[in-house]
Structures are given as structure tokens and as C-alpha cells.
């Protein structure tokens, strides 16, 4: 089983370009998991034979969003954080607005474990809402993904925003503190492996060079000058299952490449 994730930055600019075809029958998956898709599912029109379909639009028109394709029928499928966290967070106290309200999760139940696909909120480049995610998304996440574990295994995948360690982005020193490197940032990432979960694609390879978001000035994704912030974690009770794990910088459509989890289901 092949589940690919990744953050399309508009699917229906991924469409006009003709890119969405090429990645399908480049990485043929048996489940997709897109974040700011930035369209209702009646806007983009997808062709999708095969798929079951599971959209999860933002409030506001042209914004974030996620979707969920799956050639596997789920068991049950719900969207957004349950109301209970979304309350015990208070994340409806946000000058931005309520997160929950962004198309930010989709959690899908499988047979033998629970898929989560999630678009984290950006920190933003004056880190306005770096205090919002620290201390309400982040913990409201992982108390999320803990229960689900608590039932079943748990991948969860998207894009976090945020590199985890120096070998995560080509320029640590330059961008220490800066959004997606700030220390609050990286703690909520190590607060989700400290909880059990693993960075899937550190099973495989390590060391620096292998990035999943490159910005679009000074040919960044030419000279490889980018951000891993595109991740694929996991129960520990799944990693006898992992095949694979693995980045397709080569895929092109958006500002961030597709990365994908094998499993041996």
C-alpha cells in the first residue's frame, strides 16, 4: 500500500499546468492525501475513477483545505479536530480565526490503522500566529493523534511546517528563530516524536540535502536550496510495516514535492 501526501498549493493550479495526471501515474497511489488544496471539491473537477473521495474545504473561498483519495474504502472518516479539543484549546480565540475552520485535518479509519492527513497553520513571517500554534494547534494535534492511538495505529502526514532539526533545511544558522525554524516550532514536532511517533523517512535516510518545500525566488529548488517541513509519522506499532519512505523532488506542480509511506498491508 502506497500513500502519498502532499501540499498542492492549489489543485486547480497543479491542473491547468497538467501536472496532476503525471503525478498520479508516476507514483500510482493507493492513497492521497493533499493539503491547501485551496478549492471545493465542485471546483476542481478531479477525475479521479477508482477513488473514494473526501474533501475538507476551508470557510473562507480559495484558502488551505485538504483532501483525501483513497482506492481503499474507509471504515469512517471525520474532518477537523473534535470539538471537545477545539474547546479545550481554545483555538476559536485566534485573531486569524478558528483554525478548525481552515480545511486543516482529515482522519480516515482503516482496517489496521488510522491515516491522518493534516496542513499545520504557518507561523507566519512576523510570527503573529506563532504563540496560536505553540500553544493551542500543536497540542491540540497531538492529544488528537494520542487518542486515535490509543484505538489503533496512527500515520499521520502533510505539510507541518516546520523543519526539525539543522539537517532539515539547507540554511539553519541563517534562519534559526525565523518562521519554521523558531524553537517553539521545533518543540511541537519533538513533543510528537517524544509521544511515540516516528519521523518515517529518518528510518531510511539521514543527513542534510533532502527537501520537500523550496521557495520560489533565486532558483531555490534548482540549486536545492529548500526546507523538509512535509513529513510522514507513525505509531511505532506500524514500523515493522514501513517498506519505504520517501521524498519525489523530481515531481513537479507546487512549491512543495510529493513525499510517500510504503506499508506491507
Known amino acids: 500500500m502506497r500513500i502519498v501526501s502532499w501540499n498542492v498549493n492549489g489543485i486547480r493550479a497543479v491542473q491547468r499546468k497538467g501536472l496532476f495526471e503525471p503525478f498520479l501515474s508516476s507514483l500510482q497511489p493507493d492513497i492521497i492525501c493533499l493539503q491547501e488544496i485551496k478549492a471545493e471539491k465542485e471546483q476542481a473537477e478531479l477525475d479521479m475513477p477508482g477513488y473514494h473521495e473526501y474533501w475538507h474545504s476551508a470557510v473562507k473561498k480559495g484558502y488551505s483545505g485538504t483532501a483525501l483519495f483513497s482506492k481503499i474504502a474507509p471504515l469512517d472518516v471525520t474532518v477537523g479536530l473534535p470539538t ?27 482496517e489496521n490503522f488510522y491515516l491522518v492527513t493534516v496542513y499545520t497553520p504557518n507561523a ?52 534559526r528563530g525565523k518562521a519554521g525554524f523558531t524553537a517553539e516550532e521545533r518543540e511541537g514536532i ?39 517541513i512535509d513529513y510522514f509519522l507513525a505509531s511505532t506499532a506500524l514500523v515493522p510495516h514501513i517498506e519505504a519512505a520517501e521524498i519525489h523532488a523530481d515531481l513537479m506542480g507546487s512549491d512543495h514535492c510529493p513525499v510517500s509511506l510504503t506499508l506491507s498491508f
Not at 483555538?91 to 482529515?106: C, H, K, Q, S, T
Not at 505553540?134 to 507541518?160: E, M, N, R, S, T
Open 124 to 175: 507566519k513571517g512576523d510570527l503573529s500566529r506563532l504563540a496560536q500554534r505553540h500553544q493551542k494547534w500543536d497540542p491540540a494535534f497531538l492529544a488528537h493523534v494520542k487518542a486515535l492511538a490509543k484505538k489503533k495505529p496512527v500515520a499521520f502526514c502533510g505539510d507541518l511546517n516546520v523543519a526539525h532539526t539543522e539537517d532539515d533545511l539547507a540554511n539553519p544558522r541563517e534562519n
Open 84 to 110: 471537545r479539543l477545539v474547546n479545550k484549546y481554545h483555538l476559536a480565540d485566534d485573531d486569524y480565526g478558528n483554525p478548525n475552520d481552515e480545511g486543516r485535518v482529515i482522519t480516515a479509519e482503516f
Open 190 to 228: 519533538q513533543n510528537l516524536l517524544d509521544a511515540g511517533f516516528v519521523d518515517t523517512f529518518r528510518l531510511f535516510t539521514s543527513g542534510n540535502g533532502h527537501y520537500t518545500w523550496w521557495s520560489n525566488f533565486s532558483g531555490a529548488r534548482a540549486r536545492n536550496v529548500g526546507w523538509r
